[in-house]
């Protein structure tokens, strides 16, 4: 049975077990209990990642594996295929309910979002895989280098061109919000985002840019950054100057320094203004495409909550 309440964050204490060889494949690698978290619920967050069960006398898995570590390649980045042997990770088989191998489920923003059991034909594979994902494809490097990068403005002038051509495409509409908020046209970008479709509205870059244009109303009449700095060395506990020089250093591209700001207050004030501090780190996460940085701030918030 799949477990879709399966909820990034939750604490679990891994039992520590031996994670076997690496497998040549770059995008394929070992799933155990004590890499669970990390390489796949908070990995997720930023690559989908495809969980094979299975065991060294599955002779079903041994036609299978060879088939998810193809596709995988051909896929080139668009998932990671994780493989749990159930011999060796049986916390895993019986937190996820196996009860026949092979079984593979895909887990997408920390929750498993479809899977199925058996051996499956290379046919249903390739169908299973193309309604959530589509193959990346890598630029030649020459065109890489030769390519002129497209400005907010001009993607913005685009995207009205294409939203007057096809109104009915709601996707566009966010794509253009988030081209204003890049063009520093936080009021249009707001506007645009309050105006999407209710599927539309829990996109993750819909939430992203909300976060974001939260943060930038934050600082709207605030004072200066070496005002805020100021204020903090003067007194540690002003919470209301701490937390807008978090948020001026995340706008302001020192993402950890005002990461820092944020874990100040959670440890010292976590009440302070209805879990500000909290509040902050969590939407930070949202914004953020480092997931190195984000996993071990992740780390740190956790090891201050529980």
């Given at each position: ?17 031996q ?24 990995a ?24 998810l570590?193809?596709l ?5 980045g668009?998932?990671r ?17 196996i009860?026949?191998i092979?079984?593979v ?11 199925f059991a ?12 193309s309604?959530?994902l ?6 030649p490097?020459?065109?890489a280098?030769?390519?002129v990068?497209?400005?907010?403005e001009q993607?913005?002038?685009?995207l ?5 051509a096809?109104?009915?495409?709601s ?6 919000a988030?081209?204003q908020?890049?063009?520093g ?16 509205a ?11 244009l ?11 950054l ?5 204020r903090?060395q003067?007194?540690n506990g ?10 001026r ?9 005002g ?32 997931a ?15």
């Amino acid at each position: 049975m799949l477990h879709n309440a399966l909820i990034l964050g939750r604490s679990v204490n891994w039992r520590s077990s031996q994670v076997s060889a690496t497998i040549a494949n770059a995008h394929v690698f070992d799933v155990a209990e004590d890499n669970f978290e990390t390489e796949v619920l908070q990995a997720s967050l930023k690559t989908p990642v495809l969980i094979d069960f299975w065991a060294t006398w599955c002779e079903p898995c041994k036609i299978l594996g060879p088939m998810l570590e193809k596709l995988t390649a051909e896929y080139n980045g668009a998932f990671r295929l994780g493989k749990v042997d159930v011999d060796k990770s049986q916390q895993l088989a019986t937190m996820f309910g196996i009860r026949s191998i092979p079984t593979v489920m895909l887990v997408k923003d920390g929750q498993v979002l479809d899977g199925f059991a058996g051996a499956l034909p290379e046919g249903q594979l390739r169908e299973f895989l193309s309604r959530h994902l589509q193959p990346l494809e890598a630029a030649p490097v020459d065109e890489a280098t030769e390519e002129v990068a497209e400005t907010p403005e001009q993607a913005i002038e685009r995207l009205q061109q294409e939203i007057a051509a096809e109104p009915e495409r709601s996707e566009l509409k966010l794509d253009l919000a988030l081209a204003q908020m890049r063009a520093g046209q936080a009021d249009a970008a707001e506007a645009g985002l309050t105006a999407l479709p209710a599927n539309l509205a829990t996109d993750t870059r819909a939430v992203r840019l909300r976060h974001q244009l939260d943060l930038a109303r934050a600082l709207h009449g605030a004072p200066s950054l070496a005002e805020l700095r100021q204020r903090v060395q003067a007194d540690n506990g002003d919470w209301e100057a701490r937390d807008l020089l978090g948020v001026r250093l995340l706008l302001e591209d020192d993402a950890a320094a005002g990461l820092d700001q944020f874990l100040a207050i959670l440890e010292r004030a976590r009440d302070w203004n209805d879990g500000r501090g909290k509040k902050r780190l969590l939407a930070a996460f949202s914004m953020l495409d480092d997931a190195e940085l984000v996993g071990r701030y992740r780390r740190k918030m956790a090891s201050l909550l529980f």
